[in-house]
Structures are given as structure tokens and as C-alpha cells.
């Protein structure tokens, strides 16, 4: 099997309980016949939902949902019903437990430098708001001998902007450096001798059609470091794909672990260096490839 479920006993995923399960399968059928012009509706049920509606793709509906939309506070109770019920949505769920993963293979991958005494030369590509680079280091111990070097690339100013507040918090003695500019852009930033070893790219393939992905895994694979790890995802296809893509209009390419794998082949990662997990909503898959 190409791809299984993720499984790390210290992490605390969010999944459904019977319940929810039972809600759900009466629930999610209403909320996928539901027509579009329901959309200014919803908004109106929580500021939170009206602004993940509105920012849509960006680093701003993400930020939302992986604050469970807490910083919209509910002004009564059938306001934080919505919020609950809004948030706790299984992609939303799927896209917390995405940055869990994310954030664990992060923390291993440094942490397996470190103890060979490498340094460590970060590329985030379509960085967002920064958060899974940032929440990873809060809990790595990082020895004085080892250097670290993190570039934080995306084309939006605005997403540059908002997740330099939040590297606020990494350690000083980091080199930090904010580009402004499209994926494939990324190699003129990096000499031969200082090529990425770690390069973490979520949340854009699920904007890019197979010849983009093919492209940008390619120049990813010619850019960094032999023996560097990269890590990226993809949304899978799941059953509130027609509320997400026709309600909510938050349109996304869905792709199966076995299409990622073949493009991440094709662009000449050795198939046994590829490992593809879903998370455990089977929601989004996470691509861990060493070159
Ligand atoms: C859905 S957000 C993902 C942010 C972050 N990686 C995360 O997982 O939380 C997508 C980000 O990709 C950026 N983006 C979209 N297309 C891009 C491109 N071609 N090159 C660089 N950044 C891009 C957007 O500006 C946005 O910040």
C-alpha cells in the first residue's frame, strides 16, 4: 500500500467519536446539496466563518481554522453553535491534523541534523503565516554549534508580513529571511554551496494542476541538498468536497497518494525514499521525501 495512516502515540490527533459519526452522516448530505446562494447565509452565522469564506486559499482562512476561529469571539450562544459547528467540520479538523504532521516531521528532521552536528538550511515555500516552521522550533533544542538558516518564501507580501510577527519568537542567533516571490523562483535565493536541506512546501499543491506540480517537484529535486528531506501535502478526495468547493467556494485540486507518488518519481526521487501518510481523517496526505 502506498499510503497509511500517520501514527505517532505523542500526538493527539482530532477524529470523530460515534456520535459524530451518526451527525455527520445525516449532516454532511444536507450541507453538500446545499446551493450556492446558501454562502451569505453561513457568513452571517459567525464572523469566523464569514472571514474563512472571504480570505478562501489564503494564509488567513488557514490561521482561522487552525485557531479553531477563537479569535472571533461568539456574541451569544446560537453564535458559538455555529462556530462549533463550522469548526469542527471534518476538513477543518484534517487541516489541524496536517499541520501536527507536518510539525512532527519538521521536529525530526531537525532534530536528526542536530545530532549529526549539521546545520540547518530551511526553505519554506508558500510559507503562509510561518506557523508550522515556528511551532516546530519552540520545541527543538538547537546546540550553539549548530547553525540555523530559514527562508520563508510566498508571493503574498501580506502572508510575509503577518508571519514575521509570529518568528518573532525564534531564537535570535537564526538567520531569518522573508522573500517575496513565486515558487519556482526559489533557487535564485540559494548558491550551489548553500542549497536547502529541508525545504517544507504545504498548502500549494492543492492550487497546482499536474504540469505545475510536476515542474516545481523537479526544481525542488535539482535545488536542494542530496540527502535533504522534503516535505509537502495534498488534499485527498472526501466527502465534503462539494460543500467545501460549492458552498464555501474554497476550490482545490484533490489528488490520490498514488498520483503525488508518480509525480514525485517522474521528477527523480528514488520510490524508496518516498513516504506518503493520510492523516487520520484521510483527508490530507503528507509527503516525506529524502532526496
Ligand atoms: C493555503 S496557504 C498555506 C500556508 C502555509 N504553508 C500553511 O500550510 O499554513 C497558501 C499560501 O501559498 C501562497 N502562494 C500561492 N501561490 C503561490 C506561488 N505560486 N508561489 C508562492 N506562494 C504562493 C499564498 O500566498 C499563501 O500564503
Redesign the pocket.
Known sequence: MIAEIYKDKNIKFETNNFPKIVFDSFFIPILNNLPKSFQPGIKKTHKAADKIIETA???N??EILYGHGKMYRSKNLLQAFFRWIWLTRNNAKAVRNR?MIVENELRKTVNNLIEKSENINLL??????A??IVESFAQINVPESVDVSISF????KE?LEYSKKLAISLPNKFFTRWLE???SNFPKYFHDENKPNIIEM???L??FNDEKVQDIFKIIYDNMQTGGTFITANIVDNNERKFVTNVVGWKMIYREPEVIWELAKRAGFKEENIKIFFEPLKIHLVMIVKK
Not at 124 to 129: L, P
Not at 153 to 156: E, G, P, Q, T, Y
Open positions: 486559499t489564503s494564509y482562512a488557514l499541520l519554506s515555500i508558500a510559507s503562509g503565516s506557523r508550522a518564501l510566498d508571493k503574498s502572508a516571490d513565486t515558487a504545504v498548502g500549494l492543492d492550487y
